[in-house]
């Protein structure tokens, strides 16, 4: 079987490129191992309103939530409220948006190969796509697109992974005693060294999970709803379902190498600090798409090339200043972290978070805060000051 892109893959990134290449024309097959698209997943949901906007995509009944606002819990358990009192993001079914992905991308012209595996990959002058599951078993095509998760067999099949570093991540789904509007974050290395916690309601039920750098997920997620002092008050019944996953590092990959490219959570496309990847998945899996289409119909492959300069100027400042703060705040202490949420507490930090906040583009906070950081540390006395400047240097 021949087509001019295969996609390995119908997670959202893999379904958005896919819908996008059919629409201008492309014979496109996505491959999928799972029965059905969009389980199993394993993801807390949050996806931001302005940037489904961006994107073109209205949401649907696959909302279950809007989110106005946050509450950070620094391990001294005093929570820090922030918001603007507007809806900020949605929260939604991940099961129902990619099948609603998936049925555009079908009804665009796409093929849809469900239980269908890949097993190998062949590059050349014609690539090709082992599978297994279906009636065929080898695709060829001009263009393969790697969108099959963290670890994806693409990325390494193509020598494209640089490093194999992830958070690992539990959640489940609960009764919880938690505001409709707002996601509720936990900071502490007893329960989530490297990461955070949380708690966002979802429809009728509640989503508690973390993430880790070390240890096991599963049995950190037990201690977070059983003995953390304000968690584990507020469950108020049993477990209705519960998943485990990975989040990529950021830059972990390179996301393009001849007539292969990789999309979302396969190339590493997340946001550093909260290893959220919606929206940036969705947006790259775009870029990906232009830079297919340019290549195919000027029959000059080297095009491919235009994806990666385009997603590093969209998203470069996001990845490298974001991957930067990330490493500083691995670093600190618990007594650190309580600190630090202190200082959102002080007018003027507090006034400048909510001034330039941008739910799906970190980078013009961080700027801000580059461009206050002097003013900030100062503020902080000496021996502080020179400790925090000392981690933000460190390689």
């Keep these: ?3 001019d892109v295969v996609i390995v893959g119908a997670g959202p ?29 394993c993801c807390t949901g949050i996806v931001g309103l302005e940037g489904l906007r961006e994107l073109g995509i209205k949401p649907g009944k696959w909302a279950l939530g809007k989110l106005r606002g946050a509450a950070i819990y ?3 358990n005093n929570p820090i409220r922030l918001t603007r009192r507007k809806v900020e993001a949605l929260v939604i079914d991940r099961a129902s948006f990619d099948r609603s992905l998936a049925n555009a991308a079908t009804e665009a012209g796409a093929t849809l190969l469900l239980k269908t595996r890949c097993v190998g990959l062949s590059l050349g002058s014609e690539p090709s796509v082992k599978i297994r599951g279906g009636e065929k078993n080898e695709l060829r095509a001009r263009v393969v697109i790697g969108a099959d998760g963290p670890l994806s067999l693409v990325a390494r099949r193509a020598n494209l992974l640089i490093r194999s570093k992830y958070i690992k991540c539990a959640q ?13 974050v936990y900071l502490g290395r007893s329960f989530a060294p490297g990461f955070f916690g949380w708690m966002v309601k979802a429809g009728e039920v509640c989503r508690v999970g973390l993430g880790t750098a070390t240890g096991n997920p599963k049995q950190l997620l037990e201690y977070f709803l059983f003995q953390h002092p304000v968690v584990s008050r507020r469950i108020e019944g049993g477990v209705f379902s519960q998943c485990v996953g990975l989040i990529p590092e950021c830059l972990s990959r390179r996301i393009q190498d001849g007539a292969v ?26 870029m990906a798409a232009e830079a297919v289409v340019g290549a195919v119909e000027s ?35 618990d007594e650190d972290l309580d600190f630090l949420s202190q200082l959102l507490e002080r007018e003027d930090i507090r ?13 013009k906070l961080f700027s801000v805060f ?26």
């Design 74 to 76: 620094p391990p001294s």
């Design 172 to 184: 489940v789904e609960t009764k919880a005693d938690v505001a409709d509007d707002i996601a509720e």
């Design 261 to 286: 490219l990789l999309v979302g959570d396969a190339a590493g496309q997340i946001k550093p600090l909260t290893g959220g990847g919606l929206y940036i998945g969705l947006s790259c899996a775009k």
């Design 1 to 3: 079987m021949r087509v």
């Design 13 to 41: 990134a893999g379904c958005f490129v896919g819908k996008i290449l059919a629409e201008h024309g492309l014979k496109v097959a996505i491959v999928e191992e799972h029965a059905e698209v969009g389980r199993p997943v």
């Design 299 to 333: 029959g000059k492959l080297e095009k491919l090339e235009d994806y990666q300069r385009a997603v590093m100027d969209r998203f470069g400042a996001e990845f490298t200043v974001g991957s930067r703060l990330k490493k500083f705040f691995d670093q600190m202490s």
């Design 351 to 363: 006034k400048l978070v909510l001034e330039n906040f941008d739910f799906d583009h970190h980078e």
């Design 370 to 395: 580059l461009v206050k950081a002097p003013e900030i540390l100062k503020s902080l006395g000496i021996r502080r000051a020179l400790k925090y400047v000392k981690l933000l240097a460190k390689p």
